[in-house]
């Protein structure tokens, strides 16, 4: 079970980790031959955003997460990405998703602290996904942070791949 509760907080720890945007490398320049040369700047990526894909993954997530303080557990499976769902059997995911949860108890609150927009995380293939962490207490937990990370699957609908307590 050990293994399995890794397998998704890896599938999750992988899409926390966003690529700095960086393509590639470049070598070093050659020195300048005059010392009043200024450096050249390095131009500094933009933050993606995708304000429609935000929006339609808060409403996957919101509507997964449902499942999961119902403890629908099977069903939360179901509704979780297609890539989740080949990396984890029914049977283990029920066994984990009741390992982490039910301990917390009952959910309290669950606030919106933040979203982010990525096409890439380490560990996990290219494709669209939406960061979204919460500030949520519950019973026996006072303090944590949810990260549920949404992704856009082949058949154009928003799917969790991933799902994080702290």
């Known amino acids: 079970m050990r293994n399995i509760i890794s397998a998704l907080l890896l599938i999750a720890a992988a899409s926390l980790v966003i690529s700095s945007g960086c393509k590639s490398k470049k070598p070093p320049a050659e020195p300048q031959a005059k010392a009043t040369a200024e450096p050249q700047a390095k131009p500094i990526p933009e933050p993606q955003t995708n304000p429609e894909a935000e929006k ?21 499976q179901q509704e979780a990405a297609l890539y989740v769902r080949n990396l984890v059997t029914k049977d283990d995911w029920q066994r984990s998703m009741q390992g982490a ?20 995380a380490p560990g996990a293939p290219d494709g669209q996904y939406v960061i979204i962490q919460y500030n949520t207490s519950f019973e026996n937990k006072e303090s944590a942070v949810e990260t549920v990370t949404p992704m856009l699957d082949d058949d154009g609908k928003w799917r969790v791949s991933g799902y994080y307590i702290k």
């Open 101 to 120: 949860r039910q301990p917390l108890g009952k959910l309290v609150s669950r606030e919106l602290k933040s979203t982010r927009y990525t096409t890439s």
């Open 56 to 76: 339609a993954a808060k409403e996957s997530a919101k509507a997964w997460l449902e499942l999961i303080d119902a403890e629908k557990y099977d069903q939360s």
